[in-house]
């Protein structure tokens, strides 16, 4: 690949992320002004904005070469033990600190609430993991610390666009933003070793199932809370921070760099082959 093909690809993908986001946000402050506020119309909004980041990354991924990488196609499942985790550690934190949903406006959204926490994996997984990250290592992946400086950057990346929303406050919009990065290095680096994508987005999926659980059908305004406070902010950073430990113990364990280069070797092959 080119370096302009390269900085192209990475230019449209990060515009139409932001598009999107910014679109999303947009149109769901002028519902709230409009006193639209309802969990359905809120989380259809999230859906169609998710729906679309999921065609453009994927298309992105199709058209960049990079399926095998992403670990979409052409690959099998390895060390799946690893996988467990992330699940468990997961799902357990977000279930402990958990409110009492309200039964009445859970049940009959648990439908909808589904629906929307596997778009959530989708997106995701598939722009993040499956485009940014395997873009990066497919442009300079070619020793283990280059794919670890991509997995990184690719984290970092999508911590940051959590700054989008910021209404959560100094010290809450920094703590969601390690949250986010640190969730990301862990899932970035169990791609690369476990050469599979849909696990993780089924995991992904499941465990916004269970945090936003205490939350379903609740209105949007009930949902907008007071900013965090430093105390918050630095516990929620130190729960989540056995992910960020756990995603450098893989990265310092295993070998990363197997699949990324016969990945490559095969897409130059392909091309001499044209040629």
């Known amino acids: 690949m080119t370096k302009s093909k390269f900085w192209n690809q990475l230019a449209i993908f990060i515009i139409a992320l932001l598009a999107i986001l910014s679109v999303r946000e947009y149109f769901s402050h ?3 002004e409009k006193g639209i506020d309802s969990y359905q119309t809120h989380t259809f909004l999230n859906i169609g904005a998710n729906l679309l980041l999921i065609l453009v990354s994927y298309y992105l991924i199709k058209r960049n070469g990079l399926t095998k990488i992403a670990g979409i196609k052409r690959t099998q499942l390895k060390k799946w033990y690893l996988l467990i985790f992330p699940l468990v550690y997961l799902v357990l934190v977000n279930a402990i600190f958990m409110d009492d949903p309200n039964m009445d406006l859970l049940l009959p959204n648990i439908g909808l609430l589904a629906i929307y926490t596997i778009s959530i994996g989708l997106s995701e997984e598939l722009s993040i993991r499956g485009f940014l990250q395997s873009h ?65 987005i089924i995991i992904h999926a499941l465990i916004d199932f269970v945090a936003k659980l205490d939350s ?39 070998k990363l760099t197997e699949q990324v280069l016969k990945t490559r070797n095969e897409i130059i092959h392909k091309t001499v082959s044209k040629n």
């Open 30 to 32: 002028q519902l709230i």
């Open 136 to 200: 990066l290592i497919n442009e300079f992946g070619k020793t283990k610390k280059n794919i670890v400086l991509s997995i990184f950057i690719s984290s970092l990346f999508f911590g940051l666009i959590h700054l989008i929303n910021f209404d959560k406050g100094i010290y809450g919009e920094l703590s969601q933003v390690c949250f986010a990065t640190f969730i990301s290095v862990m899932f970035g680096t169990l791609l690369v070793v476990t050469k599979r994508l849909y696990p993780l």
């Open 216 to 254: 379903t059908g609740v209105p949007i305004k009930q949902k907008i809370t007071e900013s965090t406070s430093i105390e918050n902010a630095v516990f929620t950073t130190l729960v989540i921070l056995p992910c960020l430990i756990y995603g450098l113990f893989l990265m310092k364990k295993y």
